[in-house]
């Protein structure tokens, strides 16, 4: 693996690609996809892990963290409420069963078991395999164990700084399609970067031969607002516009306002329109998931009916030309306000 990434970062650098480029490239089309298990997800996790895997002919690591309550406890509850028994032994061998099944299919896994210091032990997998994207599944819930898996879902794992692609319980095991995906969302912020995220999401779209849809929710307006400052050609203006340029080039594009609660409005979006993928920025800060009513980034990833990617820290971004045209003589683009 190091001398195929040698050989891709060589090549990268004489055709003059930017590591944003490269990263952005990597991401869309993983080359190692860790799937994070908590052993009773099975059917949902997999089932996304080998379309993924497929779709770009990539290797799954596939990790279980071991808890020592449970190990205390000797056992687990399961998603119906029923109980199995859980030891170390037990645990390895349920991942090493999961393994054989993506094997099965094709698919490169290797199952590896965590037993202490999760988040120094993820960091040093993601590093040491090599690992574009992970992959886990969320129950949902209030209980002290679901919590812990939004959690680790929303707050740990994008930490990582690689994208992780979150199965909510609103997405059901019968979306699964053999075709590509053909509708992706991006949800954005203007308060936040959105370089690295328009960036990721493009190049994803490209790779699923998608159509994006770029999304801001405006607050609800008081009697200041002007109307002409909520508009899709107000959105395109305050995106990166060399960034913007590039994006136009490499799927069909649009823009796209709404106006409210920003969680909602992007959930109905994607509940008229089937998506097929939601992108977000990462949540950042610690207290993103301290408070379930609050977080919009929860309630998206919950109750969304498609997988909801959360991009972990930025990827690096090349130095622009200050010598490039302005936003102002960007070309045309499609832009709608439906």
Known sequence: MARI?????????????????KTFRRWAAPQTIMAVTNLFDEERLLLHAVKQAKQSSARVVLVHMIRADLVAAGFYRGA?????????????????????QLRWVGIHCEPIVIKDSPEEELHRLVKEHGVDRVLVAMQGGRDGRKFSERAIAEEMLPALGVPVCVIGRGVSPNSQKEKPAGRITLALSLR????????????????????????????????????????????ASRLPAEMLREAELQCPLEITVREGDAASEILKYDACTNQDFIVL??????SAVASASASVVH??????????????????????????????????RIIRTG
């Open 5 to 21: 990434a040698h050989a891709e970062r060589a090549t990268d650098e004489a055709n003059g690609l930017s590591l944003t480029t």
């Open 80 to 100: 119906h409420g029923e109980e199995h028994a859980y030891t170390i032994q037990i645990a390895q061998a349920e991942l090493d069963r999961m393994a054989r």
């Open 192 to 235: 936040s970067d959105c370089e690295a995220p328009l960036g990721f999401a493009c190049r994803l779209a490209q790779e699923h031969h998608a159509h994006l849809t770029v999304m801001h929710v405006f607050g609800y307006r008081n009697r200041d607002s002007n109307i002409i400052d909520r508009t899709p050609m107000e959105v």
């Open 281 to 286: 920025g990462s949540p950042g800060a610690p």
């Open 299 to 332: 309630r998206i990833v919950s109750e969304a009916r498609c997988p909801v990617i959360i991009l972990g820290q930025p990827a690096p971004v090349a130095t622009r030309n200050p010598e490039r045209p302005a936003a102002s003589s960007r070309p045309r």
